[in-house]
DNA sequence: AAGGTATTTTAGTATTTGCTAAACTACTTT
DNA sequence: AAAGTAGTTTAGCAAATACTAAAATACCTT
């Protein structure tokens, strides 16, 4: 799957890792949900997710930069919405491994 | 999708957020992808993916603690496989999102 | 039991992360 | 232009991560 164009190796599993990483914050992974029906504005997230706002703004920025999420500013707002949405398909399979009974308990 | 029912939010997020911060290594991500085709003890990893063989063992520790792998003992070695398939599944729409024209500068 | 191979564990370190609080910038309303 | 609202950026810190090298454990062969 990843490791088998010869050299291509390593570089190509470390974007995809990136990715992953995007998503490896509970913080971006409740962000990135929520946008799946619609765009929402910075403040909007704050109370679902219960964090500063600078802190969602730097979320926010992590997965734009990864070309994750786009940003259109209107007026005083920005409101953002997915970008790339072939990872809702993504979520929609992490899902699928979490809400299983046997689902990967920790040791 | 995760953000959706009230005070779960977050406990469940977290869970999935840990699946996906286990493959957001490219160590740890080669190493799964390359026991899609089947079983592999330690040593064998090390020339394809370049590290030490203390490394990839903790790199497996991990991703046997979180579910993914699992790990037998026959004889001298130890053998790894995947525990958890879904999350081939779950690769393979990584890999989609990767392998587009459009795939994701980061900045 | 001695020596070899396979794997794990430990200790130490450098880097990265996630967060907070506060300062700053931008737009809007009055 | 002053004050309010929305969002971003910065500095600083505590905790987590990834790695290396070396020591420890486990099994196998002779």
Known sequence: ???ENGNQNYSE???ASRILECLSS?????????????????????????TTKGNIS?????????G?????KRGNKVFY???N???IKLIREIKKICSEKNSSSAK
Chains 1, 2 share one sequence.
Request: aromatic share 4%; with cysteine; proline share 4%.
């Open 1 to 3: 799957m990843f490791g």
């Open 13 to 15: 599993a470390k974007r």
């Open 26 to 50: 509970p913080v971006r992974l409740l962000i990135v949900c929520s946008l799946i029906d619609g765009e929402k504005n910075v403040s909007e997230f704050s109370p679902k997710i219960g």
């Open 58 to 66: 730097q979320h926010l920025r992590i997965l734009e930069d990864n």
């Open 68 to 72: 994750i999420l786009e940003g259109e």
């Open 81 to 83: 919405s997915i970008k």
């Open 85 to 87: 949405k072939k990872i």
